[in-house]
């Protein structure tokens, strides 16, 4: 049976087309895949600055709807004191325009536009206060739709990433065992032939008739004089092959540092996506006690808004007594003015009593006089009466009736006299005590205006007070809301996070395996160099012995 004998340059032609084969499809490959790399990269850039960008359009309306929200809690005598909050259009517009996708940022501009260019800021009320809130809850339900988009696209991109890389790195470790299988391969036949070649030659040496088997074994019968005479040429050629290996062995070292660096690389991407599964890990932990804080602090605002109810109920239980104070202090404030009327009307009356008293006392005076007059009439009429004797004596008794009557007249007078002088000091006592009563009087007016003014004061600060309660009440009903909102998102970005560290741990064990699969790899490689090394030491005693 004949043995095939391969040439050596056939050989070297065929591992080098093997090489370059495999170096283009990689190159080919990497090409076309690197534009798509490019690409994800680059829509992977715009989604995230979108969603920066998004988040960013979402503070500013939630910050409106809460302003909004506090504004419509406060009283419509207060309202038209306040600037209503406007969402500044052009600023807006200067963030959206940020955006990478063109219709979304035309669509959004759209919304805020059509939500607020019609709106009369002035005559806003409570319905255009709703309205508007609505409008700001559409218009995040949209970016909310187009999150989840982005999301969506996000995740397919990564993924196709991801795909595209882990094919590169597979191709690339299929190429690599495959140069080195080849490689091996291709030692393992030249190490054969020669130790074929070499017993040939041993043999030939010795005997004729086994240069003839040899031969025969060959196909080369007519060729064995021309071969034996190649001999030195074939010396020659061990020398080139010599240098080919040292080629080889350099190519080989080349490789192996690739290994290395990619088992370093390898190392190193474990080791961080290690990191990043305990910082997830970390970051897992923050969010669930974020989320039992704010669960905390949603039953805190849920115990405050059952007092501020209880509060509320009482301020309008002060308010009713405040309001049925004021109602009486009115009354008490009428009922004192009739008085004072009552009052200033008998000063009066006191006064022309003592008019009438100061007339009586000169008509008193005027008598007092004329009795005066009389009795000395009266005496005069006495005297010329007992002038007179007999004739005289019926005038003289008139004459003593009238002095005695003179006399009881200015004794009546002068009585009357001190009578009236005893009414005019009672009548002037009176009207000072009126007039000190009638100033009493004026200051409990002033005291129970002052009182009723403290009352209506005092029910203008319980009815804030009330509204106050009435608007605390509904904010922290509306917090509430929000901050079970709020649970409820960090319930989800903590399952999310959960996913996440489980991907992450799961990319971190493939590596691991990838790790692992390369070491393999690498210490296969160990065991082709040192089977070439020893391959080309028994090349090196074939060469000596054929020399």
């Known amino acids: 049976m004949k043995k095939i004998v391969l040439k050596r340059d056939f050989l070297l032609y065929l591992f080098a087309a093997t090489i370059l084969t495999i170096i283009i499809s990689f190159s080919l490959f990497s090409f076309f895949t690197k534009k798509n790399i490019n690409t994800f990269e680059k829509k992977i850039k715009e989604i995230t600055s979108d969603s920066a960008v998004l988040a960013d359009i979402e503070k500013i309306i939630y910050t409106h709807i809460e302003l909004l929200r506090q504004i419509r809690n406060i009283p419509e005598k207060n309202s038209k004191k306040i600037t209503y909050p406007k969402i500044k259009i052009e ?7 940020k955006l990478y996708d063109k219709k979304v940022s035309s669509d959004l501009y759209n919304a805020l536009v059509l939500n607020y260019h019609d709106l009369v800021w002035e005559n806003i009320n409570d319905d255009n206060i709703n309205k508007i809130i609505k409008q700001d809850k559409d218009i995040l339900k949209k970016i909310d739709a187009v999150k989840e988009k982005n999301n969506a696209l ?15 790195g597979a191709l690339l470790v299929i190429s690599i065992i495959s140069v080195f299988l080849i490689f091996g391969w291709a030692f393992y036949y030249w190490f054969n032939s020669t130790k074929f070649i070499n017993t040939f030659l041993k043999e030939a040496l010795i005997d004729d008739f086994k240069i003839i088997k040899y031969a025969d074994n060959l196909g ?29 062995n350099k190519t080989f070292h080349n490789i192996m540092d690739a290994i290395i660096e990619v088992s370093s690389t390898a190392d190193t991407i474990s080791s961080s996506a290690q990191e990043l599964a305990k910082k997830m890990t970390s970051y897992m932990d923050s969010v669930r006690n974020t989320r039992i804080i704010t669960k905390n602090i949603s039953d ?24 049925d104070g004021g109602e009486k202090i009115s009354k008490t404030i009428d ?26 006392s000169k008509v008193t005076t005027l008598i007092k006089e004329i009795a005066e007059q009389t009795n ?9 009466a007992a002038r007179a004797g007999e004739a005289g004596r019926g005038f003289a008794v008139v004459a003593d009736e009238i002095r005695q009557l003179a006399e009881s007249t200015a004794s009546a007078s002068k009585k009357i006299s001190e009578e009236i002088k005893d009414i005019n000091k009672t009548t002037e006592i009176t009207v000072s005590k009126i007039n000190e009563a009638a100033k009493s009087i004026t200051a409990c007016v002033e005291t129970a205006n002052n009182a009723g003014i403290a009352f209506e004061n005092i029910k203008q600060v319980i009815e804030g007070s009330v509204n106050a309660a009435n608007s605390i009440y509904m904010l ?18 903590e399952a999310m996070t959960e996913d996440m560290a489980t991907n992450i741990e799961n990319i971190s064990a493939s ?13 296969t490689m160990e065991d082709i160099n040192e089977k070439s090394r020893k391959i080309r030491t028994s090349f090196n005693s074939s060469e000596k012995k054929i020399s």
């Open 511 to 523: 590596i691991e395996q990838e790790t692992a699969s390369i070491e393999n790899l690498r210490s």
């Open 335 to 360: 009922e004192i003015k009739s008085i004072d009327n009552i009052m200033t009307e008998l000063n009066e009356v006191v006064n022309k009593m003592g008019q009438k008293t100061a007339e009586i």
């Open 154 to 168: 996000l995740n397919q991109f990564i993924s196709n990433l991801n795909n595209i890389k882990s094919g590169l």
């Open 91 to 97: 600023d807006t517009r200067k963030i959206i325009d």
């Open 476 to 493: 922290t009903t509306d917090e509430v809301k929000k901050i079970h909102e709020i649970v409820s998102i960090i319930s989800k970005v």
């Open 300 to 323: 805190d605002i849920e115990k405050i808004r059952t007092e501020t109810g209880r509060g509320t109920a009482f301020n309008k239980k002060m308010e009713e007594t405040a309001k």
């Open 376 to 384: 000395l009439l009266a005496l005069n009429a006495s005297i010329e």
């Open 220 to 248: 080369i019968r007519e060729d064995t004089k021309k071969f034996i005479e190649d001999i030195r040429q074939i010396t020659e050629d061990y020398k080139k092959i010599d240098q080919e290996f040292n080629q080889i």
